[in-house]
Protein backbone atom coordinates (compact mmCIF):
# COMPACT_ATOMS: atom_id res chain seq x y z
CA UNK A 1 0.00 0.00 0.00
CA UNK A 2 1.58 3.52 -1.10
CA UNK A 3 1.68 6.70 0.38
CA UNK A 4 0.36 10.03 -1.51
CA UNK A 5 0.76 13.42 -0.51
CA UNK A 6 -1.49 16.18 -2.84
CA UNK A 7 -0.93 19.32 -2.51
CA UNK A 8 -4.30 21.84 -3.48
CA UNK A 9 -3.87 25.28 -4.30
CA UNK A 10 -5.85 28.67 -3.40
CA UNK A 11 -8.20 28.09 -6.60
CA UNK A 12 -8.75 24.31 -6.06
CA UNK A 13 -10.20 25.20 -2.93
CA UNK A 14 -11.51 28.80 -3.84
CA UNK A 15 -15.13 27.64 -3.22
CA UNK A 16 -17.27 25.40 -0.59
CA UNK A 17 -18.22 23.70 -3.95
CA UNK A 18 -14.18 23.17 -4.74
CA UNK A 19 -13.59 22.00 -1.26
CA UNK A 20 -16.24 19.48 -1.90
CA UNK A 21 -14.12 18.40 -5.07
CA UNK A 22 -11.25 17.66 -3.29
CA UNK A 23 -13.04 16.11 -0.36
CA UNK A 24 -14.16 13.72 -2.73
CA UNK A 25 -10.59 13.32 -4.44
CA UNK A 26 -9.36 12.32 -1.22
CA UNK A 27 -11.72 9.82 -0.21
CA UNK A 28 -11.58 8.11 -4.08
CA UNK A 29 -7.40 8.42 -3.57
CA UNK A 30 -7.93 6.46 0.04
CA UNK A 31 -10.38 4.09 -1.39
CA UNK A 32 -8.02 3.59 -3.85
CA UNK A 33 -5.87 2.04 -1.51
CA UNK A 34 -3.46 4.10 -0.28
CA UNK A 35 -2.38 6.49 2.73
CA UNK A 36 -3.45 10.09 1.89
CA UNK A 37 -1.90 13.05 3.15
CA UNK A 38 -3.20 16.43 2.24
CA UNK A 39 -1.61 19.64 2.36
CA UNK A 40 -3.77 23.00 1.31
CA UNK A 41 -3.31 26.59 0.50
CA UNK A 42 -5.68 29.42 2.13
CA UNK A 43 -8.55 30.23 -0.40
CA UNK A 44 -7.73 32.31 -3.48
CA UNK A 45 -7.01 35.55 -2.39
CA UNK A 46 -7.15 34.99 1.76
CA UNK A 47 -3.11 35.79 1.79
CA UNK A 48 -3.72 39.24 0.20
CA UNK A 49 -6.60 40.33 1.99
CA UNK A 50 -5.04 39.52 5.45
CA UNK A 51 -1.54 41.04 3.90
CA UNK A 52 -3.63 44.04 2.79
CA UNK A 53 -5.40 44.14 6.22
CA UNK A 54 -2.18 44.44 8.17
CA UNK A 55 -1.15 47.25 5.83
CA UNK A 56 -4.19 49.42 6.80
CA UNK A 57 -3.50 48.64 10.66
CA UNK A 58 0.71 49.48 10.50
CA UNK A 59 2.66 50.56 7.88
CA UNK A 60 5.63 47.89 8.98
CA UNK A 61 4.05 45.21 10.64
CA UNK A 62 5.74 42.80 12.48
CA UNK A 63 7.20 39.64 10.56
CA UNK A 64 6.21 37.86 13.67
CA UNK A 65 2.83 38.73 13.89
CA UNK A 66 2.43 38.82 10.02
CA UNK A 67 3.39 34.73 10.37
CA UNK A 68 0.83 34.57 13.37
CA UNK A 69 -1.74 35.99 10.55
CA UNK A 70 -0.62 34.74 7.54
CA UNK A 71 -0.76 30.92 8.84
CA UNK A 72 -4.46 31.56 9.60
CA UNK A 73 -5.58 31.53 5.80
CA UNK A 74 -3.79 27.65 5.79
CA UNK A 75 -5.18 26.36 9.03
CA UNK A 76 -9.15 27.52 8.25
CA UNK A 77 -8.78 25.77 4.36
CA UNK A 78 -7.71 22.81 6.02
CA UNK A 79 -9.95 22.29 8.71
CA UNK A 80 -12.62 23.09 5.65
CA UNK A 81 -11.09 20.41 3.92
CA UNK A 82 -11.12 17.82 6.80
CA UNK A 83 -15.10 18.92 7.50
CA UNK A 84 -15.86 18.32 4.20
CA UNK A 85 -14.10 14.96 3.85
CA UNK A 86 -16.13 14.05 7.16
CA UNK A 87 -19.33 15.10 6.14
CA UNK A 88 -19.26 13.30 2.93
CA UNK A 89 -18.49 9.84 5.16
CA UNK A 90 -14.51 10.07 5.17
CA UNK A 91 -12.48 10.22 8.18
CA UNK A 92 -9.92 13.15 8.12
CA UNK A 93 -8.69 15.29 10.59
CA UNK A 94 -6.72 18.66 10.06
CA UNK A 95 -3.01 19.73 11.97
CA UNK A 96 -1.36 22.92 11.33
CA UNK A 97 2.09 23.04 10.07
CA UNK A 98 3.45 22.52 13.83
CA UNK A 99 1.42 19.87 14.96
CA UNK A 100 2.70 18.54 11.69
CA UNK A 101 5.87 18.15 12.92
CA UNK A 102 7.18 20.72 10.72
CA UNK A 103 10.13 22.57 12.45
CA UNK A 104 12.13 25.59 10.65
CA UNK A 105 14.36 28.41 11.26
CA UNK A 106 13.13 31.71 12.94
CA UNK A 107 13.25 33.80 10.45
CA UNK A 108 9.93 35.22 9.57
CA UNK A 109 8.11 35.50 6.50
CA UNK A 110 10.51 33.31 4.77
CA UNK A 111 11.61 30.55 7.46
CA UNK A 112 14.11 27.84 6.22
CA UNK A 113 12.39 24.26 7.25
CA UNK A 114 15.45 22.63 9.19
CA UNK A 115 13.44 19.13 9.57
CA UNK A 116 9.98 17.30 9.85
CA UNK A 117 8.86 15.20 12.70
CA UNK A 118 5.69 13.51 11.20
CA UNK A 119 5.37 11.00 14.21
CA UNK A 120 1.81 12.31 14.65
CA UNK A 121 0.82 12.27 10.64
CA UNK A 122 2.18 8.84 10.74
CA UNK A 123 0.32 8.13 14.11
CA UNK A 124 -3.37 9.25 12.20
CA UNK A 125 -2.75 7.22 8.89
CA UNK A 126 -2.37 3.94 10.75
CA UNK A 127 -5.59 4.76 12.17
CA UNK A 128 -6.73 5.49 9.09
CA UNK A 129 -7.40 9.37 8.97
CA UNK A 130 -6.57 11.44 5.78
CA UNK A 131 -4.31 13.50 7.13
CA UNK A 132 -4.86 17.71 6.37
CA UNK A 133 -1.51 19.61 7.22
CA UNK A 134 -2.09 23.58 6.34
CA UNK A 135 0.63 24.21 4.05
CA UNK A 136 2.99 27.31 3.92
CA UNK A 137 4.07 27.14 7.72
CA UNK A 138 5.99 25.68 10.27
CA UNK A 139 7.30 26.75 14.06
CA UNK A 140 10.73 27.63 14.98
CA UNK A 141 12.35 25.78 17.41
CA UNK A 142 11.31 28.97 19.88
CA UNK A 143 7.76 27.76 18.99
CA UNK A 144 6.76 30.57 17.19
CA UNK A 145 4.45 30.10 13.92
CA UNK A 146 6.46 30.99 11.14
CA UNK A 147 5.95 30.83 7.51
CA UNK A 148 7.85 29.66 4.24
CA UNK A 149 7.44 32.61 1.90
CA UNK A 150 4.78 33.00 -0.76
CA UNK A 151 3.78 29.78 -2.40
CA UNK A 152 5.05 28.10 0.22
CA UNK A 153 2.20 25.12 0.53
CA UNK A 154 4.56 23.58 -2.61
CA UNK A 155 6.99 23.42 -0.61
CA UNK A 156 5.19 22.09 2.42
CA UNK A 157 3.80 19.45 0.16
CA UNK A 158 7.48 19.00 -1.29
CA UNK A 159 9.24 18.35 1.85
CA UNK A 160 6.32 16.03 3.32
CA UNK A 161 6.48 13.78 0.70
CA UNK A 162 10.35 13.57 1.11
CA UNK A 163 9.66 13.40 4.79
CA UNK A 164 7.04 10.53 4.46
CA UNK A 165 8.59 9.19 1.74
CA UNK A 166 6.29 9.07 -0.40
CA UNK A 167 5.09 7.07 -3.41
CA UNK A 168 3.85 9.91 -4.95
CA UNK A 169 3.06 13.39 -4.70
CA UNK A 170 0.58 15.60 -7.03
CA UNK A 171 0.19 19.40 -6.99
CA UNK A 172 -3.01 20.20 -7.93
CA UNK A 173 -3.27 23.26 -9.55
CA UNK A 174 -5.78 25.57 -12.11
CA UNK A 175 -3.61 24.24 -15.12
CA UNK A 176 -3.47 21.46 -16.80
CA UNK A 177 0.35 21.11 -16.10
CA UNK A 178 3.53 23.05 -17.67
CA UNK A 179 2.93 23.70 -20.95
CA UNK A 180 5.25 24.65 -24.23
CA UNK A 181 4.14 28.42 -24.09
CA UNK A 182 1.76 30.39 -22.79
CA UNK A 183 -1.66 28.85 -24.29
CA UNK A 184 -3.35 32.23 -24.34
CA UNK A 185 -0.38 33.44 -27.17
CA UNK A 186 0.18 30.33 -28.50
CA UNK A 187 -3.02 28.37 -29.13
CA UNK A 188 -1.10 25.01 -30.50
CA UNK A 189 0.82 25.09 -27.35
CA UNK A 190 0.94 21.37 -25.52
CA UNK A 191 1.09 19.77 -22.25
CA UNK A 192 4.73 18.90 -21.22
CA UNK A 193 4.52 15.30 -20.51
CA UNK A 194 8.34 14.68 -18.36
CA UNK A 195 9.96 17.85 -17.68
CA UNK A 196 13.30 18.28 -15.99
CA UNK A 197 13.52 19.72 -12.63
CA UNK A 198 16.43 22.27 -13.99
CA UNK A 199 13.93 23.33 -16.37
CA UNK A 200 10.94 23.84 -14.60
CA UNK A 201 13.22 26.05 -12.20
CA UNK A 202 14.48 27.84 -16.05
CA UNK A 203 10.75 28.59 -16.94
CA UNK A 204 10.15 29.82 -13.52
CA UNK A 205 12.66 32.40 -13.74
CA UNK A 206 11.84 33.05 -17.54
CA UNK A 207 8.66 33.89 -16.71
CA UNK A 208 6.39 30.33 -16.50
CA UNK A 209 5.91 29.91 -13.04
CA UNK A 210 3.41 27.12 -11.68
CA UNK A 211 5.38 26.24 -8.51
CA UNK A 212 7.41 27.87 -5.77
CA UNK A 213 11.06 27.89 -7.17
CA UNK A 214 11.93 27.06 -3.16
CA UNK A 215 10.28 24.02 -3.27
CA UNK A 216 11.58 22.85 -6.80
CA UNK A 217 14.90 23.69 -5.63
CA UNK A 218 13.41 21.44 -2.82
CA UNK A 219 12.57 18.53 -5.41
CA UNK A 220 15.81 18.72 -6.87
CA UNK A 221 17.94 18.43 -4.11
CA UNK A 222 16.06 15.78 -2.33
CA UNK A 223 14.96 13.77 -5.78
CA UNK A 224 11.39 13.69 -4.96
CA UNK A 225 9.62 13.15 -8.65
CA UNK A 226 6.08 15.34 -8.37
CA UNK A 227 3.24 15.66 -10.60
CA UNK A 228 1.37 18.94 -11.51
CA UNK A 229 -1.62 18.60 -12.67
CA UNK A 230 -5.36 19.99 -12.60
CA UNK A 231 -7.86 19.92 -9.81
CA UNK A 232 -10.61 20.76 -12.00
CA UNK A 233 -10.08 17.88 -14.56
CA UNK A 234 -9.49 14.20 -14.22
CA UNK A 235 -6.30 14.47 -16.59
CA UNK A 236 -2.75 13.30 -16.28
CA UNK A 237 -0.39 16.10 -16.28
CA UNK A 238 3.27 17.28 -16.38
CA UNK A 239 5.78 14.48 -14.12
CA UNK A 240 8.86 16.51 -12.74
CA UNK A 241 12.24 14.46 -12.19
CA UNK A 242 15.92 14.79 -12.46
CA UNK A 243 16.10 12.93 -16.16
CA UNK A 244 13.02 12.72 -17.87
CA UNK A 245 12.74 9.90 -20.99
CA UNK A 246 13.61 11.85 -23.98
CA UNK A 247 15.64 14.15 -22.21
CA UNK A 248 18.41 13.82 -25.20
CA UNK A 249 15.72 14.12 -28.06
CA UNK A 250 13.79 17.11 -27.12
CA UNK A 251 15.82 20.05 -27.55
CA UNK A 252 13.91 23.09 -26.34
CA UNK A 253 11.20 22.07 -23.62
CA UNK A 254 9.20 25.28 -23.88
CA UNK A 255 9.36 29.00 -24.77
CA UNK A 256 8.73 31.16 -21.61
CA UNK A 257 7.52 35.19 -21.70
CA UNK A 258 8.16 37.35 -19.30
CA UNK A 259 6.23 40.73 -19.96
CA UNK A 260 6.73 44.39 -18.33
CA UNK A 261 10.27 44.55 -18.70
CA UNK A 262 12.48 47.47 -18.57
CA UNK A 263 15.79 48.13 -19.92
CA UNK A 264 18.14 50.35 -19.05
CA UNK A 265 21.71 51.26 -20.97
CA UNK A 266 24.53 52.97 -19.57
CA UNK A 267 26.29 54.25 -22.66
CA UNK A 268 29.73 54.85 -22.91
CA UNK A 269 31.00 53.48 -19.39
CA UNK A 270 34.95 53.89 -18.91
CA UNK A 271 36.46 50.43 -19.55
CA UNK A 272 38.29 50.53 -15.72
CA UNK A 273 37.76 48.24 -12.92
CA UNK A 274 35.13 49.23 -10.41
CA UNK A 275 32.53 51.35 -12.24
CA UNK A 276 30.14 47.96 -12.73
CA UNK A 277 30.23 47.67 -8.61
CA UNK A 278 29.77 51.75 -8.52
CA UNK A 279 26.51 51.11 -10.63
CA UNK A 280 25.32 47.86 -9.22
CA UNK A 281 26.07 49.07 -5.61
CA UNK A 282 23.59 51.90 -6.10
CA UNK A 283 20.96 49.14 -7.76
CA UNK A 284 21.08 47.21 -5.06
CA UNK A 285 21.33 49.98 -2.18
CA UNK A 286 17.69 50.82 -3.51
CA UNK A 287 16.59 48.05 -3.48
CA UNK A 288 16.23 47.22 -6.93
CA UNK A 289 15.96 43.21 -8.64
CA UNK A 290 18.09 43.19 -11.98
CA UNK A 291 17.94 40.37 -13.88
CA UNK A 292 19.49 40.49 -17.48
CA UNK A 293 22.97 42.12 -17.46
CA UNK A 294 25.33 42.72 -20.54
CA UNK A 295 28.14 44.19 -21.33
CA UNK A 296 29.66 44.75 -24.64
CA UNK A 297 33.61 44.09 -24.70
CA UNK A 298 35.19 47.46 -25.24
CA UNK A 299 37.29 48.33 -28.40
CA UNK A 300 37.45 52.17 -27.51
CA UNK A 301 38.43 52.48 -24.10
CA UNK A 302 34.46 52.70 -22.99
CA UNK A 303 31.69 50.25 -23.22
CA UNK A 304 27.99 49.93 -22.92
CA UNK A 305 26.39 48.19 -20.23
CA UNK A 306 22.87 47.41 -19.83
CA UNK A 307 20.31 45.78 -17.93
CA UNK A 308 16.59 44.59 -17.42
CA UNK A 309 14.61 45.14 -14.43
CA UNK A 310 11.11 45.12 -13.91
CA UNK A 311 8.81 47.63 -15.82
CA UNK A 312 7.94 49.15 -11.94
CA UNK A 313 11.20 49.53 -10.69
CA UNK A 314 11.95 51.67 -14.05
CA UNK A 315 11.75 55.04 -12.55
CA UNK A 316 13.31 54.47 -9.51
CA UNK A 317 16.55 52.78 -11.31
CA UNK A 318 16.45 55.49 -13.81
CA UNK A 319 16.48 58.31 -10.72
CA UNK A 320 19.15 56.36 -8.61
CA UNK A 321 21.65 55.60 -11.82
CA UNK A 322 21.13 59.52 -13.54
CA UNK A 323 23.59 61.30 -11.27
CA UNK A 324 25.99 58.21 -11.58
CA UNK A 325 26.17 58.48 -15.24
CA UNK A 326 28.20 61.65 -14.52
CA UNK A 327 30.02 60.24 -11.16
CA UNK A 328 31.48 57.64 -13.33
CA UNK A 329 32.35 59.69 -16.52
CA UNK A 330 30.13 57.52 -18.74
CA UNK A 331 28.74 59.33 -21.80
CA UNK A 332 25.10 58.60 -21.15
CA UNK A 333 21.46 56.80 -20.03
CA UNK A 334 18.77 55.49 -22.26
CA UNK A 335 15.99 53.22 -20.68
CA UNK A 336 12.77 52.01 -22.41
CA UNK A 337 9.92 49.98 -20.56
CA UNK A 338 8.19 48.88 -23.74
CA UNK A 339 10.26 45.68 -23.82
CA UNK A 340 9.61 41.75 -23.19
CA UNK A 341 11.78 39.03 -22.63
CA UNK A 342 11.54 35.82 -24.50
CA UNK A 343 13.36 32.41 -23.92
CA UNK A 344 13.72 29.28 -24.97
CA UNK A 345 14.50 26.33 -22.18
CA UNK A 346 15.85 22.69 -22.57
CA UNK A 347 18.28 20.40 -21.15
CA UNK A 348 19.15 19.01 -24.46
CA UNK A 349 20.62 22.41 -25.21
CA UNK A 350 23.67 20.50 -23.60
CA UNK A 351 24.41 17.93 -26.07
CA UNK A 352 23.25 19.92 -29.52
CA UNK A 353 24.44 23.08 -31.55
CA UNK A 354 22.25 25.27 -33.69
CA UNK A 355 19.87 26.00 -30.78
CA UNK A 356 20.51 29.91 -30.69
CA UNK A 357 21.05 29.84 -34.66
CA UNK A 358 18.06 28.58 -35.17
CA UNK A 359 16.33 30.92 -32.77
CA UNK A 360 17.94 34.13 -34.08
CA UNK A 361 17.25 32.96 -37.72
CA UNK A 362 13.61 32.22 -36.79
CA UNK A 363 13.55 35.55 -34.95
CA UNK A 364 15.16 37.43 -37.97
CA UNK A 365 12.68 35.95 -40.87
CA UNK A 366 9.23 37.32 -38.68
CA UNK A 367 10.90 40.69 -38.51
CA UNK A 368 11.94 40.72 -34.81
CA UNK A 369 14.51 43.04 -33.80
CA UNK A 370 16.94 41.26 -30.95
CA UNK A 371 17.64 44.22 -27.95
CA UNK A 372 19.93 41.84 -25.48
CA UNK A 373 21.17 38.11 -25.52
CA UNK A 374 21.95 36.15 -22.92
CA UNK A 375 22.48 32.92 -21.91
CA UNK A 376 22.71 29.80 -19.67
CA UNK A 377 23.75 26.22 -19.94
CA UNK A 378 19.62 24.90 -20.66
CA UNK A 379 18.39 28.61 -21.35
CA UNK A 380 18.98 31.24 -24.31
CA UNK A 381 17.17 34.50 -23.52
CA UNK A 382 16.42 37.19 -25.65
CA UNK A 383 14.77 40.83 -25.04
CA UNK A 384 12.80 42.24 -27.63
CA UNK A 385 9.65 45.05 -28.00
CA UNK A 386 6.85 44.34 -26.26
CA UNK A 387 4.70 44.82 -29.16
CA UNK A 388 6.74 41.54 -30.94
CA UNK A 389 6.29 39.18 -28.38
CA UNK A 390 3.42 37.50 -29.59
CA UNK A 391 4.68 37.17 -32.88
CA UNK A 392 8.35 35.97 -31.70
CA UNK A 393 6.74 33.62 -29.73
CA UNK A 394 4.54 31.80 -32.25
CA UNK A 395 7.31 31.98 -34.64
CA UNK A 396 9.88 30.18 -32.03
CA UNK A 397 7.26 27.69 -30.79
CA UNK A 398 6.55 26.44 -34.61
CA UNK A 399 10.53 26.71 -35.78
CA UNK A 400 11.22 24.49 -32.20
CA UNK A 401 8.40 22.04 -33.48
CA UNK A 402 6.77 22.39 -30.54
CA UNK A 403 3.14 22.14 -31.37
CA UNK A 404 0.94 19.55 -29.85
CA UNK A 405 -0.45 16.52 -31.55
CA UNK A 406 -3.76 18.27 -33.81
CA UNK A 407 -6.73 18.21 -32.55
CA UNK A 408 -9.41 15.75 -33.96
CA UNK A 409 -11.25 18.47 -35.62
CA UNK A 410 -8.74 20.41 -37.19
CA UNK A 411 -6.89 17.04 -38.26
CA UNK A 412 -10.24 16.24 -39.94
CA UNK A 413 -10.26 19.42 -41.56
CA UNK A 414 -6.41 19.15 -42.94
N1 LIG B 1 -1.27 31.23 0.81
C1 LIG B 1 0.13 31.45 0.57
C2 LIG B 1 0.30 32.42 -0.58
O1 LIG B 1 -0.68 32.89 -1.14
C3 LIG B 1 0.88 30.20 0.35
C4 LIG B 1 0.43 29.35 -0.82
O2 LIG B 1 -0.62 29.56 -1.41
O3 LIG B 1 1.16 28.43 -1.19
O4 LIG B 1 1.39 32.76 -0.91
MG1 LIG C 1 0.34 28.69 -4.96
Redesign the pocket.
Known amino acids: MGLIVQKY??TSVGSAERIQRVAERLIAAQKSGQDVVAVI?AMAGVTDELIKLAHELSPQPSPREMDALLATGEQGASALVAMAVNALGGKAVSLTGAAAGIVTDGVHTKAKISHISPRQIHELLAEDFIVIVAGFQGQSTQGAITTLGR?G??LTAIALAAALKADDCQIF?DVDGVHTCDPRVVPDASKIDEIAYDELLEMAGAGSKV??SRAVEFAKKFGVGFEVRSSLKDRPGTQAKATPANMEDVVVRGVSLERNQAKVTICGVPDRPGCAGVIFSAIAGASLNVDMIVQNASSTGTTDLSFTLHKDDFTLAEKTLMPLVAQIGAEGLSATSNVAKLSVVGIGMRSHAGVASRLFACLGEAGVNIQLISTSEIKIAVVIAEEDLECAARATHAAFGLAGPRRPSSAAAG
Open positions: GGSGSDTMQ
